[in-house]
């Protein structure tokens, strides 16, 4: 590679003039809302106490969360009378009741179902009309919401598979709104090219480790796809050529600590299994941000224009003490993960959600998806466009939401 071979030898450089003049991806491209019927994440499990009750917008949905002896449920956020959100004043008579502000129409939070008016006696319509109720799941302190009209799968086929390792422990990051299309932000987790924009990360400096400029893969077959039938549908990132020097109009231009005397492209077995990219929204990262933590990251779509990103930090522990020594640790590494925007150090995937946003709106508003100018680094994008094309349950669509001036 490295333009020493002409295109027509060059089999990732075919594949993406043919993808770019064919767009092999049409369902991705209408997936501006997200996939319908998967399993979502959508609050981290301290966020909704016992009692307590949380408005959230996925998928553009408008849902309404309360934790009732446990367990999360999860009704649509908008009353089957007038359409008012439950949400602005919200009325829980009973702890297994929801009553709307505006008429006294009741119903049941684990159902749906309408059990009561209390401005009409003994009215015909209770137990015969309803809400839509959400299927609702909890694991790893992350709760979670199947959007869809199909019965709702296995929660392992919708989750990172080091989601389920045995003895696993996790801490919640951060949980932001990010103006920015879920698939532009997926997209950024697993781009190979777009470490260039992490060189100066403070962590790396810590750490000793010299990264490239980027990375892609030598040849087509490095990249794993994954389709097997009831299990997680993903693509993972194997990368063989790294670059850590070019040249501009003379000047040598180099990562930083990278000796003068090192050659300028480097080529290393890839790496098995360190980065992936799961259906619905979910990336996993191994040994980040230290050599056996687990890092997981989700791009849960908000709406057309927004998206919800978790970030998880996890590893393993087999007694309490060990659990205790891992939540110092990843109180620890947190803010080398994330912090607060505006605060320096810069977190890693502050960086992130800042290329995003500068992204966004090419995208949306300038027919990016039909303008945009790949190379051999987008190879594994390319990929992943087509697998979600393949193997999408569903694609969602406005249908009766319609979103709101405060939506975002």
Same mark, same amino acid.
């Given at each position: 590679?490295?333009?020493?071979? &002409?295109?027509?030898?060059?089999?990732?450089?075919?594949?993406?003039?043919?993808? $770019?003049?064919?767009?092999?991806?049409?369902? !991705?491209?209408?997936?501006?809302?997200?996939?319908?019927? !998967?399993?979502?994440?959508?609050?981290?499990?301290?966020?909704?106490?016992?009692? /307590?009750?949380?408005?959230?917008?996925?998928?553009?949905?408008?849902?309404?969360?309360?934790?009732?002896?446990?367990?999360?449920?999860?009704?649509?956020?908008?009353?089957?009378?007038?359409?008012?959100?439950?949400?602005?004043?919200?009325?829980?008579?009973?702890?297994?009741?929801?009553?709307?502000?505006?008429?006294?129409?009741?119903?049941?939070?684990?159902?749906?179902?309408?059990?009561?008016?209390?401005?009409?006696?003994?009215?015909?319509?209770?137990?015969?009309?309803?809400?839509?109720?959400?299927?609702?799941?909890?694991?790893?302190?992350?709760?979670?919401? *199947?959007? &869809?009209?199909?019965?709702?799968?296995?929660?392992?086929?919708?989750? /990172?598979?080091?989601?389920?390792?045995?003895?696993?422990?996790?801490?919640?990051?951060?949980?932001?709104?990010?103006?920015?299309?879920?698939?532009?932000?997926?997209?950024?987790?697993?781009?190979?090219?777009?470490? !260039?924009?992490?060189?100066?990360?403070?962590?790396?400096? $810590?750490?000793?480790?010299?990264?490239?400029?980027?990375?892609?893969?030598?040849?087509?077959?490095?990249?794993?796809?994954?389709?097997?039938?009831?299990?997680?549908? &993903?693509?993972?990132?194997?990368?063989?050529?790294?670059?850590?020097?070019?040249?501009?109009?003379?000047?040598?231009?180099?990562?930083? #600590? *990278?000796?003068?005397?090192?050659?300028?492209?480097?080529?290393?077995?890839?790496?098995?299994?360190?980065?992936?990219?799961?259906?619905?929204?979910?990336?996993?990262?191994?040994?980040?941000?230290?050599? #056996?933590?687990?890092?997981?990251? *989700?791009?849960?779509?908000?709406?057309?224009?927004?998206?919800?990103?978790?970030?998880?930090?996890?590893?393993?522990?087999?007694?309490?003490?060990?659990?205790?020594?891992?939540?110092?640790?990843?109180?620890?590494?947190?803010?080398?993960?994330? $912090?607060?925007?505006?605060? $320096?150090?810069? &977190?890693?995937?502050?960086?992130?959600?800042?290329?995003?946003?500068?992204?966004?709106?090419?995208?949306?508003?300038?027919?990016?998806?039909?303008?945009?100018?790949?190379?051999?680094?987008? !190879?594994?994008?390319?990929?992943?466009?087509?697998?979600?094309?393949?193997?999408?349950?569903?694609? /969602?669509?406005? #249908?009766?939401?319609?979103?709101?001036?405060?939506?975002?």
């Amino acid at each position: 590679m490295g333009g020493e071979r &002409g295109k027509e030898d060059d089999p990732i450089q075919g594949e993406m003039e043919g993808g $770019q003049k064919h767009k092999p991806w049409q369902r !991705y491209l209408e997936a501006k809302l997200g996939l319908r019927n !998967y399993w979502y994440p959508v609050l981290f499990s301290h966020e909704i106490p016992e009692g /307590q009750t949380r408005a959230e917008i996925i998928l553009g949905e408008r849902l309404f969360f309360k934790r009732i002896d446990g367990k999360v449920h999860c009704v649509e956020d908008r009353c089957v009378h007038r359409g008012v959100p439950f949400s602005v004043r919200p009325e829980c008579y009973t702890p297994h009741t929801l009553t709307c502000w505006f008429h006294g129409f009741t119903f049941d939070w684990r159902d749906g179902k309408l059990v009561e008016i209390l401005t009409e006696a003994d009215s015909a319509l209770r137990g015969k009309i309803g809400l839509k109720a959400y299927p609702t799941a909890e694991r790893n302190q992350i709760v979670f919401v *199947w959007i &869809g009209d199909d019965a709702p799968v296995d929660l392992r086929e919708d989750t /990172q598979p080091r989601f389920w390792d045995e003895d696993l422990v996790t801490y919640p990051v951060v949980r932001r709104h990010i103006k920015c299309n879920w698939r532009v932000a997926a997209e950024n987790g697993f781009d190979p090219a777009h470490i !260039y924009g992490h060189r100066h990360w403070v962590g790396m400096q $810590q750490s000793g480790r010299i990264r490239p400029f980027g990375t892609y893969p030598s040849r087509k077959d490095i990249i794993h796809v994954l389709e097997d039938e009831g299990k997680p549908k &993903g693509i993972i990132k194997q990368d063989d050529i790294n670059v850590y020097a070019r040249e501009i109009d003379g000047q040598d231009v180099r990562v930083p #600590g *990278w000796p003068k005397d090192a050659p300028s492209v480097v080529r290393t077995e890839p790496r098995i299994d360190a980065v992936g990219c799961y259906l619905p929204c979910g990336l996993q990262v191994n040994n980040f941000p230290r050599l #056996g933590k687990i890092h997981f990251e *989700w791009y849960v779509p908000i709406n057309e224009n927004a998206h919800l990103y978790m970030i998880l930090i996890a590893g393993h522990a087999h007694t309490e003490a060990e659990r205790a020594a891992f939540v110092e640790e990843a109180k620890e590494l947190s803010p080398l993960v994330w $912090q607060e925007p505006g605060s $320096q150090p810069e &977190g890693f995937n502050n960086f992130d959600a800042f290329a995003r946003k500068w992204s966004h709106h090419a995208y949306a508003k300038e027919d990016w998806w039909h303008r945009e100018r790949l190379f051999k680094p987008d !190879y594994i994008i390319m990929q992943w466009r087509m697998l979600v094309s393949r193997q999408a349950r569903g694609i /969602q669509t406005a #249908g009766n939401w319609a979103p709101r001036e405060d939506d975002e």
